[in-house]
């Protein structure tokens, strides 16, 4: 996968975390996709992923 679009992606989701996923099947997808850049050989996309996955782990805790 492209490097910037990944990034970009990754930017965008954490502007974005006040007001999306509103629902909670699209928060449950985001996770699994997110911990899967998490894994990632390169360690700012690393980074940025872990930091999306806990606040996505952490809406669907408190939104059940």
């Not at 975390?17 to 998490?38: H, T």
């Amino acid at each position: 996968k492209e490097f910037m679009q990944i990034r970009n992606a990754l930017i965008v989701l954490n502007n974005v975390q006040s007001v999306f996923p509103v629902f909670r099947i699209i928060g449950e997808n985001l996770v699994m996709k997110v911990e899967e850049l998490s894994r990632d050989h390169r360690k700012d996309i690393t980074m940025m992923a872990e930091r999306c996955a806990d606040w996505l782990f952490l809406l669907l805790l408190t939104h059940r």
